[in-house]
């Protein structure tokens, strides 16, 4: 158990739809990394958050955007979902910048019908 | 950005041999490697981890090396064990920009007992 979790574990919505995945970082930990893993994508970074602000973005979409709250947890928005859009999210969390170490939620699998 | 390409994709050993997966990178200001394991089901699991100021680094049966000239690095793993399969990740990131970090594709180790 990595320490980090996310809700739902399984999520199955309809297309043009509208979804929110919920991120809790380790205890301490001030990051907290996106990721969309699919079968012909691999993983890909999505965006990272650092102690509530955004710290980089990856090739994430205008329909999906992310926040970190000020109790460090974060929830990722996915919008006029698409089939394409099914896809396991993660998340990880890593502490003070210079702590390079990432670790991964057990991730939520969405199934756009 | 940094482009980080992995082989084999896949990979089947005898429990007991050894397995290399090689990765190799292009932003030569990448400076940490992170190798995780996915297991089915479940977030990766970050297993070793390099940084570019040492070539080397070993953790019981699993060692990763690094070549900063030529821009590759590798994991092995000796005396696999059927509880060593599951996909395999490489991965690289500059730690002096955002922490972005860029995956390899993967790699499905098979080991058969």
């Known amino acids: 158990d990595s320490g980090v979790t996310q809700t739902p574990k399984h999520l199955i919505t309809a297309t043009g739809q509208r979804v929110t995945l919920r991120c809790s970082p380790r205890?301490?930990?001030?990051?907290v990394y996106w990721y969309q893993q699919s079968l012909d994508q691999g993983l890909q970074f999505l965006i990272h958050?650092?102690?509530?602000?955004?710290?980089a973005k990856g090739n994430i979409l205008e329909r999906f955007s992310a926040q970190q709250f000020p109790d460090l947890h974060s929830e990722l928005n996915l919008s006029s979902l698409e089939l394409g859009d099914s896809a396991l999210y993660f998340c990880a969390s890593s502490g003070e910048r210079g702590d390079y170490e990432q670790y991964f939620g057990p991730g939520t699998r969405l199934t756009v019908t | 950005g940094e482009n980080v390409e992995q082989h084999p994709s896949t990979l089947s050993v005898q429990e007991g041999d050894s397995a290399v997966i090689k990765c190799t990178y292009s932003d030569s200001a990448s400076n940490y490697f992170p190798w995780y394991k996915q297991e089915l089901g479940k977030g990766p699991q970050l297993i070793i981890d390099i940084r570019s100021n040492v070539g080397e680094k070993k953790d019981q049966r699993i060692a990763v090396t690094l070549n900063k000239t030529a821009k590759h690095f590798s994991l092995h793993i000796t005396e696999t064990q059927p509880e060593d399969s599951a996909v395999y990740f490489c991965a690289a990131m500059n730690s002096g920009g955002y922490q972005k970090v860029t995956f390899g594709i993967g790699t499905k180790l098979q080991v058969i007992p």
């Open positions: 205890s301490g930990d001030l990051s």
């Open positions: 958050y650092y102690n509530g602000e955004e710290r």
